[in-house]
Nanobody
């Protein structure tokens, strides 16, 4: 069992930046970030392999968000720049203890964090 704890969410003005962190209680392979806005389905944001050499992003965040990880700290990060009001959502961290490749589908992840709210004001 792996527990994931997100932090770093908050309120920011459009054009601003936030950095989310997700600390895992144990070793994980692929990790990812998803988000869910009110009334919408959960959306893939980014994924990273264990080595960090492979990353992949959803089209809506490509070029603005960066996923990274520090395996010594069992932590994955999401640096979010040039934030837009449409980025407002609850952001969830996810981890896989099964696959070490880019994972886009939420069904392929084994564990999830509780979520952290990101609100971008216009």
């Amino acid at each position: 069992q792996v527990q994931l704890v997100e932090s770093g969410g908050g309120l920011v003005q459009a054009g601003g930046s936030l950095r989310l962190s997700c600390a895992a209680s144990g070793r994980t392979y692929a990790m990812g970030w998803f988000r869910q806005a009110p009334g919408k389905e959960r959306e893939f944001v980014a994924s990273i392999t264990r080595s960090g050499t492979s990353t992949f992003y959803g089209d809506s965040v490509k070029g603005r968000f960066t996923i990274s990880r520090d395996n010594a700290k069992n932590t994955v990060y999401l640096q979010m720049n040039s934030l837009k009001p449409e980025d407002t959502a609850v952001y969830y961290c996810a981890s896989s203890v099964t696959y070490n490749r880019i994972l886009v589908s939420s069904r392929e992840y084994d564990y999830w964090g509780q979520g952290t709210q990101v609100t971008v004001s216009s």
